[in-house]
């Protein structure tokens, strides 16, 4: 699943070719993608309009018209978009510079919805807590989420309220910088694990950003090329391996049934 470095990717990918450009022509295949709105409707609301920015919150794409309508694209497990003609293509967008941009989603969870301006603050707000590279994403707002929360710490970091745009790869390999075990309690941290948390946390990300993000399976970024994060893994995936930092064998566990990485040494329950 595509999180803040791949969709950050993305984003910074199709900006510089889709900014200030007439959706001349939109075509949508699938109607799992926009309902409960028809496909027709969806399709209708924008062509013709022009992209006023690409942007991104947590892991939604957004991308703001000139008419005041925003379309909100969330990729979920296996969207994404080429400049390439491509299988599982369900929807098409036709520039006036003849760009055509592809949809791509193989497990068809993607959801494409369009809301006015005035509704987009809310929405978004509602389902994301601050943008983790942000300056409201405070070590105070941090203790203060995982205070009042007795889940495994790691369960906490993947509720887009507490920080959004982290997923299962990003939470793992910051709660590895950090030497913080996944299944402690979030309350049972203390300051200085905090601390050290939302530091590893930026870092985890900005080297996912860095790489244009990690590639696992076919995942391709809009210009057709491969993040490199995965060679960068510290626990993720790497299960029989050893620590990169104290030569341990990395363990494997899950947590809200999520595949989950850590060293036993480097990151002790008790
Ligand atoms: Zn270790």
Redesign the pocket.
Known sequence: MPELPEVETIRSQLAPRLTGRTLVRVEILDPRLTRPIDLFEVAGELEGDSVASVERRGKYLVLRLESGLALLVHLRMTGSFGFEPTTHERAVLELDDGTRLAYRDVRRFGTWLVLENAELEPYLAAKNGPEPLGARFTGEWLAARLAVRRAPVKAVLLDQRVVAGLGNIYADEALWRARINPLRPAESLDRDEVCRLHRAIRVALRAGIERQGSTLTDYRTPEGTRGAMQEEFRVYGRDGLP?P??G?TIAKTRVVGRGTWY?P??QPLG
Do not use: A, D, W
């Open positions: 620590c930092r104290c341990t060293c040494r480097c």
